[in-house]
């Protein structure tokens, strides 16, 4: 089980990208909420700097640093490790393109060009990127232009472009309504990791999430054997829509943060071994509070994930965009940091947690408008991405 922390009152957004709360139809406008459990945190009262070191405390002097514009609609940030090579940084574009990510944050040779293919609209789009464990294979998630999820592979040339010729689908999911598309996949052990949406609309209207026999609201792992994909194992579900998700190397942890419905926002963290049969709870939970009581049943006898921060929409919250832990070597940190955003209010903030995932800290960064995520690139540092445009870089303070 995993504990919370919460933020900060019910907010309504338009149609965000990454899926505020909707009301009860694929037309309505979206509210969202934040999250707190068992350590509540909320920024309103939280420090304005990191706690010092001096007593080797938890400690994250940064900052935001100065934005890079020229960037169309950015949503991922994916590195790529080849043997005898330098590790390569992508960023990802709704609009359909990637292009190499400069270390200043500027575009740097296009990369891949698959804007036939989808239409950035609404939650759709060029949602996600990741490479195969030896650089040679990308795949890309994206809604196709009926609107459903897709992911395909690429061969990736040796100049880091991707082979538009070699394109090829390793997963289909069809889509119920325009919203709630997930839109993350991550490589890890030899397999893909695919995080789906619940469908959209507005509170899980149709019970996919916790259907184990659907795949929405999940965490499917997609394994090749001789050349060939499975169609899709169901590994955890109750999922309303992971946006963004991130895999930490170090301790081989999922930290995934969930959208919330009208009222909370949450992250959970899980062991990837321990991610097997387990249950986020949703709808029968939003975050730590009962949403569909019907749907008791179907999260009951699975090992249950609790949130391990959760804030809620107050003062114009109502969105979470994930979010990344620190690894990088620019900020002199002490401790784990967590670093994520808030769609409507644009606050970036750092949530530490100790070795029982027990938060002992937020502080705010600053603010990006609209912010669409926190991602890493190859060398551990973070970059928070605006949907209007700019990637801004977290900086030593």
């Given at each position: 089980m ?89 960023l ?8 190499l990510?400069?270390t ?12 036939d ?30 609107g ?88 955890a ?39 097997d049969?387990?249950s ?60 994520y ?57």
């Amino acid at each position: 089980m995993i504990r919370v922390r919460a933020i900060g009152g019910v907010v309504v957004c338009a149609l965000a990208l990454i899926g505020c709360a909707s009301g009860d139809d694929e037309n309505s406008d979206t509210t969202f909420v934040s999250t707190s459990v068992a350590n509540e945190v909320d920024p309103t009262t939280s420090p304005t700097s990191p706690p010092t070191d001096a007593d080797g405390e938890p400690a994250f002097p940064a900052t935001l640093g100065v934005p890079t514009e020229g960037w169309t609609e950015p949503v991922d940030i994916a590195s790529r490790f080849a043997p005898g090579s330098e590790p390569t940084d992508y960023l990802v574009e709704r609009i359909g393109t990637v292009s190499l990510l400069n270390t200043d944050g500027s575009r740097g040779a296009p990369a891949l060009d698959m804007s036939d293919l989808t239409v950035a609209e609404g939650e759709r789009g060029l949602l996600g990127l990741a490479f195969s464990f030896d650089g040679t294979r990308a795949f890309v998630n994206y809604t196709d232009l009926d609107g459903h999820t897709n992911v395909d592979q690429y061969s990736v040339r040796d100049d880091g472009t991707f082979d538009e010729s070699t394109r090829s689908r390793v997963y289909f999911l069809e889509q119920p309504y325009p919203n709630h598309n997930g839109g993350e996949i991550a490589w890890a052990d030899g397999s893909l990791w695919i995080f789906t949406g619940d469908g959209g609309s507005g509170g899980d209207p149709d019970r996919y999430a916790l259907n184990p026999d659907s795949q929405l609201g999940k965490v499917i792992r997609l394994t090749e054997v001789d050349g060939r994909w499975n169609t899709g194992e169901v590994v955890a579900i109750g999922l309303r829509n992971p946006w963004r998700v991130f895999l930490d190397q170090p301790t081989d942890e999922f930290w995934i943060a969930d959208v919330g419905q009208n009222e909370i926002e949450e992250i959970n963290v899980v062991a990837r071994s321990a991610m097997d049969g387990a249950s986020f709870g949703w709808s029968y939970l939003e975050s730590t509070r009962v949403f569909n009581d019907d749907q008791a049943e179907a999260h009951a006898g699975r090992p249950a994930v609790e949130p391990v921060l959760e804030y809620r929409h107050t003062d114009g919250r109502c969105s979470i965009s994930g979010g990344a832990v620190y690894r990088g070597e620019n900020v002199p940190v002490v401790g784990t940091w967590f670093v994520y955003a808030d769609w409507c209010t644009g606050e970036v903030f750092a949530t530490c947690f100790d070795d029982q995932r027990v938060t002992c800290g937020t502080t705010t960064l600053g603010t990006v408008p609209r912010a669409v995520g926190v991602l890493s690139d190859a060398a551990g540092e973070l970059w928070v991405l605006s949907q209007d445009g700019p990637v801004v870089p977290v900086v030593a303070a």
